[in-house]
Structures are given as structure tokens and as C-alpha cells.
């Protein structure tokens, strides 16, 4: 009985190792990720904490912690991605908590808006300021 357990404990961790790691293929390479934790144990915190990815995976990597976090760091892939399909990129996804934080405001402002609303308040936030210097 117990041999049988320990079967169905080792197939359920090969399973949940598998379901895993074909989840995270989806994504641009980076360091290998663990189940739950992420790349917690890897990633150096601070003001260049990613730089060794950077030059280990290129421009573009993926961290885990433990939501992935697609981060690019080269300027030209920067300004493809940002300045020229910019439209692709207008949506946010919900971060846990920020609905109860802003939730007095409509739309949420900078921080909860997304789409249409993110690109009108981003345009506003770049078009009051040059109206202001011009003292209009």
C-alpha cells in the first residue's frame, strides 16, 4: 500500500513539475524558474539587480517572482516595442489590492486605468505640462 502512495506522490510532482515548466516556455528565456518561488532565490535586489541577466540572456528575459515579469533592457527593443507598437501594449493587468486602494476614483487615474483611458491620461500628462510653459 504504501509503495502505491509513493508512486502517486512522485507521478503528482513529475506532473505538477511538467505543467510548470510548459507554462513558463511560453515566455522569453531566462533563468530557470523553481515552482512557487520563482527566480526569488536568483534575482540580486538593488539598483542593478539585473544586469548579470541582461548580459547572460540578451535584451529581452523573463523572471519569475513568482509572477512572470517580462523585462527588457535594451534600448532598441525598448523603443520597438513601447514607441512602435505602442497600441499593443495600452492594456495593464489588474494588480491584487489596487482596486481597493483606488476605488474612489472612477477610472483610478495613472495607476488603474488601462486602455483607452491609459492613452488619454498619458497624453494629457505629456500635453497640460508643454500648455502650462507656454502660459496658456
Known sequence: MSVIIVFFLIGAIAFAYWKYYTY???????????PIIG?????KYG??????????FGGLFTIFQPAPTVQITDYAL????????GEDYVDR??????????????????VKSSGPQLAGTAESLAYY????????
Open 47 to 56: 539598483s542593478r539587480g539585473h544586469t548579470h541577466f541582461a548580459e547572460q
Open 78 to 85: 525598448i523603443k520597438e516595442a513601447f514607441i512602435d507598437n
Open 129 to 136: 505640462p508643454q500648455r502650462l510653459r507656454n502660459g496658456q
Open 93 to 110: 493587468s489588474n494588480l491584487p489590492g489596487v482596486e481597493y486602494i483606488f476605488n474612489y476614483c472612477k477610472n483610478g487615474g495613472v
Open 24 to 34: 513558463v516556455a511560453k515566455y522569453p528565456t531566462g533563468p530557470r524558474p523553481l
Open 39 to 43: 527566480n526569488a532565490l536568483q534575482v
